[in-house]
């Protein structure tokens, strides 16, 4: 791998699952390349660390962007991405962001393209996120709000129950306005409630949002919670993948690809066969790869298959 190009192996990845996307939705999130550097395994600084481009429908990364010096360039990394030509699609999509990524350039650039986005509000816009609080305060009644118990355990083995609120005015074309943003559509705010099932101890917490665009609570409940969709696949990159437990100062970027590569497989055999048992058992992502490991056949099936 030494003498890998790490440019154009991510071409090659991404004419080949440019047929698998929709496009319509896409997450977009930075993750650290822990053991990419030989002289700082143990601290994040010396880390490299790669941008994920997720299509929130089929679970498939469909691009990366690098960043050689850690996450701390994550801002102008995605900015890059925006600039690039056929990475995204000219019809449209729509963008998910965790708070680092809520900048007034990226969400401008946009809004401006004619795209939409829904971005998290957290501490480090503490300006910001104030101004939302007040304008929900002065509008008191949400326009919408949808609400969802999760009768599964998560998030630390504890129930959950979501509930999103939607605030804007009728009357005005805005939810808010703010000279940095051009055109803050909706407002939203989720309250998540966390109960313990043994204790019955609640925990709540409350999260911020804000929209170019408008819709139900009930469809934005679903866009923010498949950005998830992204951390799941970081997830299966360090279970599945061990991504983590691998020194890989050698061309860590071009590995990454492959990681991807090989991930992305597994999850489009996944998308099209959930109810497909394998001989270990049901169609997991953990069975499929444990699958391949034995049966060459069954691996030649996930790259010649066709899953359009």
């Not at 951390?231 to 061309?251: F, G, P």
Request: hydrophobic share 35%; net charge negative; charged share 30%.
């Amino acid at each position: 791998m030494t003498n890998t190009d790490n440019n154009a192996l991510e071409k090659v990845f991404r004419q080949y699952f440019s047929n698998y996307v929709k496009k319509e939705n896409v997450a977009i999130d930075g993750k650290w390349l822990n053991g990419s550097d030989a002289n700082g395994q143990y601290t994040n600084e010396c880390h490299k660390a790669i941008l994920n481009i997720l299509d929130k429908d089929t679970k498939i990364v469909f691009g990366h962007k690098f960043m050689a010096k850690n996450k701390a360039n994550e801002i102008s990394a995605l900015k890059q991405a925006f600039d690039e030509d056929n990475l995204f699609s000219d019809e449209g999509q729509i963008f998910s962001f965790d708070a680092i990524q809520t900048q007034t350039e990226i969400l401008n650039n946009i809004d401006n393209n004619g795209d939409k986005y829904i971005a998290k509000v957290k501490g480090n816009q503490k300006e910001l996120k104030n101004k939302i609080i007040e304008t929900i305060d002065d509008l008191k009644t949400p326009i919408d709000s949808y609400s969802f118990e999760d009768l599964g355990l998560s998030c630390g083995k504890k129930y959950v129950k979501r509930e999103v609120e939607v605030f804007y005015s009728k009357s005005m074309d805005i939810a808010m306005y703010d000279d940095r943003f051009n055109n803050i559509k909706s407002l939203i705010r989720v309250k998540k409630t966390l109960t313990d099932p043994k204790t019955k101890e609640q925990t709540f917490m409350t999260s911020y949002l804000i929209a170019n665009f408008r819709t139900t609570a009930e469809d934005f409940y679903n866009k923010i919670i498949s950005h998830w969709r992204v951390e799941t696949y970081h997830y299966h990159l360090d279970m599945l993948m061990e991504e983590d437990e691998h020194i890989a100062y050698k061309e860590p970027f071009s590995i990454a690809i492959l990681r991807s590569f090989a991930l992305n497989l597994f999850q489009l055999f996944h998308n099209a066969h959930k109810d497909k048992k394998l001989p270990t058992g049901k169609a997991t992502m953990a069975e499929i790869k444990r699958t391949c490991k034995y049966d060459d056949y069954f691996t030649a099936q996930l790259f010649e298959q066709e899953y359009v």
